[in-house]
């Protein structure tokens, strides 16, 4: 996969006017331009003013300095080293949340997908019962990757797929079961609750279980996801993010405050809308394609 052009939009935010800015060179005056471009990129305002800051000690000390290499190993340092994520317990149980539309079923589909190419086996299961909609939706993956998936009918209590989807994953002998949730807004105290139930429930289906929960943020939203991810993680432990719809936002910056202020490991982004559209977060390759060299 490309990255650099599944990011294009970011790039060209950032990177491409930063180097029509920085082309006269780097004094307070192109500073202030760059500014506007590091927030429009939604860098947030506590990275901007840390970037600026690090330009103007940098560029006092030396004229001749890299902007690009600079910028590059500013971010960098942002994201902490994570450990990845391998699973001691058989099955691995995997339980996905996060707001409405986020893209939860679709990354669920495609780590399966990943999982299975690299030789376990998963299960795929849906706990979101309030639409029919949606069990059909993943069973559409199932079809079309060619993975089982536990499904019940419309109504029933999400707890109790949870349940008896581990249940199932465990006397199979699957690798993984992943879980799918229906989306809810934090302020919808009602679903959250129930969101805490269902992880209770699956620790009582499996102990240690889930063994993560991932946090699916829509990155289209930018910095405004973050309030609701902090909710999220009040009512849930979440223990990894995934950023979706990178490919058609210009707001990639809004991953870097993610990092920094949630403080969990971003593990996938997704850049498309296919089963393939998704990869295994590394910053130096993400920070490489957005600031990377100009077109
Ligand atoms: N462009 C793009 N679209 C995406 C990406 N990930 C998901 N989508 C699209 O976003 C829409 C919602 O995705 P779903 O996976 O159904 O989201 P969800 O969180 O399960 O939604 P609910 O179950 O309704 O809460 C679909 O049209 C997906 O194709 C992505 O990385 N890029
Ligand atoms: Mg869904």
Redesign the pocket.
Known sequence: MNLREKLKKSRNALSRKLGMVFGQGVDEDTLGSAEEILLASDLGWELTELVLERFRKEFKLNSNSNWKTLLATILEELFPEYDPWIPEAKPAVTMVV?V????????IARLSQSIVAGGETVLMGCA?TYRAA?SE?LALWGQRLNIPVYTSIEGTDPGAVTFDAIRKAKLKHFDHVIIDT??RLPTQKGLMDELSKVYRVAGKAMEGAPHRVLL?LDGTVGQNALPQAQQFMKFIPVTDLVV?????TAKGGSVFAMARELNLPIRYI????GAD??ITFDAEAFIEAIVGSND
């Open positions: 996060g409405n539309g986020a893209g939860k079923t679709t990354t979101d949606a939706q229906a989306g699916v979706t719809k990178l490919d058609g997704g850049v498309g809308e559209d998704m």
